[in-house]
């Protein structure tokens, strides 16, 4: 167990201080974070509209920073290149996230031409019993991801390694309040990035 937890803190650390540097990107993800955390309170007594929001505040806020605002040139921090930080990605680099967010965006589309998915469905009668669909596949699609890139993870690293991101990407929310929750003030002071000094909460994974 203490190898496991150690592999968290390393992946938590490396997430941090290769894909946050923006100041932007903290501050979505913080919006992202306190989103999945309604949507993980709501997820038993109304689970598609905890689909509705980790998909539609959550994860777009999330990517938005990762895709418009987080730097992709040299990082002199981490001395390495935005390929070479891609090609040792753990979990879902931004090309996998593409296909991820296309077959997201999709999904409404094919479920409107094909509105049995294939026998999952029953036909719509009203624009709610749609919406109702649409959740009930956005919520399959997200959790279809988190374990496919888990039990990828068990064939290209080891298993450990898959379970030990499945244990990060559900504790992220709650992981990330914690990192960013000063980050909009410093964005109001002007700083658009993180001078990734020693952070008093990551200390210990150093």
Request: charged share 15%.
């Amino acid at each position: 167990m203490k190898s496991y937890f150690q592999m968290l803190k390393v992946q938590r650390w490396d997430d941090h201080r290769y894909y946050h540097h923006s100041r932007i990107n903290q501050s979505l993800h913080l919006l992202s974070a306190l989103s999945f955390i309604v949507a993980y309170c709501t997820i038993f007594k109304n689970p598609v509209a905890s689909a509705l929001i980790g998909w539609l505040v959550a994860m777009v806020s999330r990517q938005t920073g990762h895709f418009f605002f987080e730097p992709k040139d040299y990082d002199v921090v981490n001395r390495a290149t935005h390929q070479h930080k891609e090609a040792i990605k753990v979990g879902y680099n931004l090309r996998r996230k593409v296909v991820l967010m296309s077959i997201w965006a999709v999904s409404p589309l094919v479920l409107w031409f094909e509105p049995r998915m294939l026998g999952m469905f029953k036909p719509p009668v009203n624009n709610a019993e749609y919406f109702q669909h649409v959740g009930q596949l956005w919520l399959a699609i997200g959790i279809g991801g988190l374990l496919f890139r888990t039990v990828h993870l068990f064939f290209i690293q080891d298993v450990m390694t898959g379970l030990v991101w499945l244990t990060k990407i559900i504790t992220d929310p709650f992981h990330d309040v914690m990192l960013y929750y000063k980050a909009p003030l410093y964005l109001m002071r002007g700083e658009l990035i993180d001078p990734m000094g020693v952070h008093p909460r990551l200390n210990e994974f150093r």
